[in-house]
T-cell receptor, first 117, second 113 residues
Framework: AQKITQTQPGMFVQEKEAVTLDCTYD???????LFWYKQPSSGEMIFLIY??????QNATEGRYSLNFQKARKSANLVISASQLGDSAMYFC??????????????FGTGTRLQVTL | NAGVTQTPKFQVLKTGQSMTLQCAQD?????MSWYRQDPGMGLRLIHY???????DQGEVPNGYNVSRSTTEDFPLRLLSAAPSQTSVYFC????????????FGQGTRLTVV
C-alpha cells in the first residue's frame, strides 16, 4: 500500500519569499510517480508538477520545483518568490506503476499555505 | 475547451434517496476516476475506470456504483444516501502514459441530511 504524509497542516510565508512544503511517502514499488496539486479557495484541483521515480533531475515548472530525495522518500515542493495568489491548499500525491492501477492517486492530507504582505 | 465537466455543482439529499453524479470529459482520456474529499483527509479514491466497459473499486467504494459505457462519461451513483456520504466529490481523467497528470472537474458538493 502507498502512503503520503504531509506534516505541515498550515504554513505562512511573506510575499516574495521562498517556501518549502514537505511531503514524505511510503511505497514498496520501485517505479512510481509523484505529483503536487494546488487547491485554491474556489475548490478546483490544479496540477503543478510531476516527478518520476527514475528521473535523475529534480522537476521544475516555473516558480515550482520539486526537491526529490529518493533515499529519504521525500518529495518537497519549493515555491520561489511567493505571490498572494499562491495562498491555497497544496496536496502531494503518488501514483503506482501503469496498468490497471494507473488511475489510483493516493493523496496526502494537504498543507494550507497563506502568503502575507 | 471544456475538459472535465461535473454536474451538479451542489446537491442536497435526504437520507435514503438515490442520485447520480455526472462526469463527462472531452479529451478522449482512457482513465477516469472518482474521489471524495473530506476535511482533514485529503482525497480518497472511490472507483476508477481504465476504459469503456472496465471499472474497479478504489479505497472507499461502499455505497457507490459506477459504469463506463462510453469513453466520455463516468457517472457515480449513490444507491441510498447516508449522512456519511456528505462530501465534495471530484471526477478526474487522464490519458495513458506514466507521467501524465490527472485533470479534475470542478467538484460536486453533496450534503445528505
Amino acid at each position: 500500500a502507498q502512503k503520503i504524509t504531509q506534516t505541515q497542516p498550515g504554513m505562512f510565508v511573506q510575499e516574495k519569499e521562498a517556501v518549502t512544503l514537505d511531503c514524505t511517502y511510503d511505497t514498496s514499488d520501485q517505479s512510481y510517480g509523484l505529483f503536487w496539486y494546488k487547491q485554491p479557495s474556489s475548490g478546483e484541483m490544479i496540477f503543478l508538477i510531476y516527478q518520476g521515480s527514475y528521473d535523475e533531475q529534480n522537476a521544475t515548472e516555473g516558480r515550482y520545483s520539486l526537491n526529490f530525495q529518493k533515499a529519504r522518500k521525500s518529495a518537497n515542493l519549493v515555491i520561489s518568490a511567493s505571490q498572494l495568489g499562491d495562498s491555497a491548499m497544496y496536496f502531494c500525491a503518488m501514483r503506482p506503476p501503469g496498468g490497471g492501477t494507473a488511475s489510483k492517486l493516493t493523496f496526502g492530507t494537504g498543507t494550507r499555505l497563506q502568503v502575507t504582505l | 475547451n471544456a475538459g472535465v465537466t461535473q454536474t451538479p455543482k451542489f446537491q442536497v439529499l435526504k437520507t435514503g434517496q438515490s442520485m447520480t453524479l455526472q462526469c463527462a470529459q472531452d479529451m478522449n482520456h482512457e482513465y477516469m476516476s472518482w474521489y471524495r474529499q473530506d476535511p482533514g483527509m485529503g482525497l480518497r479514491l472511490i472507483h476508477y475506470s481504465v476504459g469503456a466497459g472496465i471499472t474497479d473499486q478504489g479505497e472507499v467504494p461502499n455505497g457507490y456504483n459506477v459504469s463506463r459505457s462510453t469513453t466520455e462519461d463516468f457517472p457515480l451513483r449513490l444507491l441510498s444516501a447516508a449522512p456519511s456520504q456528505t462530501s465534495v466529490y471530484f471526477c478526474a481523467s487522464r490519458t495513458t502514459g506514466a507521467n501524465t497528470e490527472a485533470f479534475f472537474g470542478q467538484g460536486t458538493r453533496l450534503t445528505v441530511v
